[in-house]
Every structure is written in structure tokens, then in C-alpha cells.
């Protein structure tokens, strides 16, 4: 059977930027559910959401690390027995699998057997991708862990479990509810909210363009020599699309990073969708300067824009940007604009009425 992509640094690229991609993509699922279920993320249960996401994609990039990003001494003539367990790998092992027992129990409530079960399969998933080569997209093995570190990281879920399950009871404070509760998602967006929002959007547009400048040049269609001038073509393609048309289309006026934690942008003094004609405003004024700097490599210049948008942000109550004092938009939760509630929010049913008696 042949390898994917035809093997090669073909397969390699399309490795180094459809990795990362999943890995925003599941970023922008995960908080688009736990948005609609919980609404607003508040408090000890929102901190440990935003954990549960950060050490999911500690384990995606444990599980392909070190990614190499070239064929060249990659894959040697003689290949090499899996080495002896160093201090390294075992704390490594142990650093990232630990989080995962300690938010299966405090943040997920899960018993320990199901704990156990995930974290044997997280182990093995982990180790599998690892002696395969990212499942053959790699045309040779690249990192070779011996059996033992898969137990150790097991052992490490295996902690955390107990961790959360008995360290809370001596907390001097005493132990804190550590699992969501809905909470009605009105109201002003706190700047991390907004920031995540922007990072997602940033990533899904980055590896976006460059999985699809990779499958072109996979695939043949990109002659050599002729990448980057098609990767700057792909960037400003792709914001073209989903910066600034998709946006005009959708009721939030959201593109599909902000859209996933549940914001939107609406007129000045009243909770209705923005007019179109101020989100194309204030796109050309925000968004077009940054996604042009960093599409010719001078993405640095781009938070020159960033910090004379947030220069008003940080000083309103309203945390209103500059961009949207000029443009006359307002950022507030998708649920301020269409009024509705969290999945998970408990409702007020009255009681059935019993039939008086004959």
C-alpha cells in the first residue's frame, strides 16, 4: 500500500499544517459546546473548561512531538531500537497525562475505572501515532517510546484521579464546586473571551492556507519555485471569504472563531445585528491592515493595529475598541442578540395538576 500523498516532503507538509488545523478545529467545537450548554465560562468550573481544552492540546502535541518539518536525516538506514526510559521522557509523560485524571474527576466527574479507561486509550493512541508516523503520513517512525512509558502515563492519570479526589478535603478554604453550572450568557464579553475568539480565528485562517498550499503542491498543482506567491494568494483568498463576506451573511455578523464562544456585534443602542454596511466598515478598518502585514510577512507590524483597537478597550466599561467607536458596532454574547439560554440552564416547570377527586 502505498503512502499518503505519494510520501515524501509532500506528505510531510500536508502533515505540518493539517495537524494544527484539527487542532484548532476541535478547539473551536469544544468551546462552541461548552458555550451553548453552560453559557458564559465564570468562575473556578470556566478556568477548568478552559484547562480541559489546554491539556487536550497538550496531548495532541505530545502524541506527534518533536513534528519534523523535513525529510532530510529523517529516516536513517539502520533503524534504531527504542531507547531506555530517561528522567525527560518520564516527566514529560507524567506532566501532561496527570491533568488528565485530575479534570476527569473534578471538572468531567467521571468514577475511576471510566478515568482509567480513557487514560489507557489516550496512552495508546498517543504511542500509536508515535510508532506509525502519524499513521503513515511520515514515511518512517520518528519518535519510538518504549512500552514502559505508556504505563507511566497511565500511572500519571492514575494520580491526578486521586489528586482531585482527596486533595480538595484538606484545601484550607475547604473544596469548591469544580463542575459547570449554566449561567445566563448576557452582557459584556470579558477581553479573554474576545481574545480567544481572534486566536481561533488567526488559526483556522493560517493553517487553513497552508494545508491547502500543501495539497496543491502534493497533488502537483503548484509548480516548485512557485509557493510562495501561491500562499499569499490562499491567505488573502481565505480572509476574503470567511473575514469578510461570511460574516455579512451570518445574523451575529461573527466570523467563525468569535461565532464559536458565542459573540456577535451588534448597533450601538439596541440588540439587533449590526448593519452590513458597519461590519464591512469595520473590517476594512480592523481586520484588512493585520491580515495584509502577515500575509507579506510583516506580521509584527499588525499589533500596531491590535493595540490602537484595544487602546479604547481597556479603558471603557463597555470594553468598545476603536474600531467600533468609528464604525458604530458594539461586541456583546450572541444570547444578548437573540435571547436565548444555555442548554444546561435548569427551567422552571409547575407541577402537574391532579385531577380532584370524583
Not at 506528505?11 to 476541535?26: C, E, F, H, S, T
Not at 498517543?126 to 514502559?148: H, K, M, N, Q, W
Not at 483568498?237 to 455578523?253: E, I, N, Y
Request: glycine content about 12%; hydrophobic content about 50%; proline content about 8%.
Amino acid at each position: 500500500m502505498g503512502q499518503a500523498f505519494g510520501g515524501g516532503q509532500a506528505a510531510i507538509d500536508v502533515a505540518v499544517a493539517g495537524l494544527p488545523l484539527l487542532m484548532v478545529v476541535a478547539s473551536v467545537l469544544y468551546l462552541r459546546g461548552q458555550h451553548r450548554r453552560y453559557g458564559r465560562l465564570v468562575g473556578w468550573p470556566g478556568k477548568l473548561t478552559l484547562a480541559a481544552l489546554l491539556g487536550g492540546l497538550g496531548l495532541a502535541a505530545y502524541a506527534v512531538w518533536p513534528l519534523p518539518t523535513s525529510i532530510d536525516g529523517l529516516c536513517p538506514i539502520v533503524p534504531e531500537p527504542a531507547s531506555a526510559l530517561d528522567t525527560g521522557s518520564v516527566l514529560l509523560a507524567l506532566g501532561v497525562f496527570l491533568p488528565v485524571g485530575i479534570l476527569a474527576r473534578a471538572r468531567f466527574r467521571r468514577g475511576l475505572m471510566v478515568t482509567l479507561a480513557l487514560g489507557t486509550a489516550l496512552a495508546l493512541a498517543a504511542s500509536t501515532l508515535r510508532a506509525t508516523g502519524v499513521l503513515g503520513l511520515y514515511p518512517c517512525s520518528y519518535a519510538t517510546d518504549p512500552p514502559a512509558l505508556t504505563g507511566i502515563a497511565v500511572a500519571g492519570v492514575l494520580l491526578g484521579w486521586l489528586l482531585a479526589r482527596w486533595v480538595p478535603a484538606l484545601w484550607p478554604w475547604g473544596p469548591r464546586r469544580s463542575w459547570p453550572g449554566a449561567v445566563p450568557d448576557h452582557g459584556v464579553p470579558d477581553p479573554t473571551r474576545r481574545v480567544l475568539g481572534v486566536l481561533l480565528d488567526l488559526g483556522l485562517w493560517w493553517y487553513g492556507s497552508a494545508l491547502v498550499v500543501a495539497l496543491l503542491h502534493a497533488y502537483g498543482v503548484v509548480e516548485p519555485g512557485a509557493e510562495n506567491e501561491v500562499r499569499v494568494a490562499t491567505l488573502l483568498g481565505l480572509a476574503l471569504v470567511f473575514a469578510l463576506f461570511l460574516p455579512l451573511l451570518r445574523r451575529d455578523r461573527r466570523t467563525l472563531g468569535c461565532a464559536a464562544v458565542r459573540l456577535a456585534l451588534t448597533e450601538p443602542a439596541a440588540a439587533r445585528p449590526a448593519a452590513r454596511y458597519r461590519v464591512l466598515a469595520r473590517t476594512l478598518l480592523l481586520h484588512t491592515p493585520v491580515v495584509v502585514l502577515i500575509a507579506l510577512d510583516l506580521g509584527w507590524w499588525s499589533l500596531i493595529v491590535v493595540a490602537l483597537h484595544a487602546c479604547t478597550a481597556l479603558v471603557r466599561s463597555d470594553g468598545t475598541g476603536l474600531a467600533d467607536l468609528l464604525c458604530g458596532t458594539r461586541v456583546r454574547t450572541r444570547a444578548t442578540l437573540d435571547g436565548g439560554l444555555p442548554g444546561r440552564l435548569v427551567r422552571y416547570s409547575a407541577p402537574e395538576q391532579e385531577p380532584a377527586p370524583v
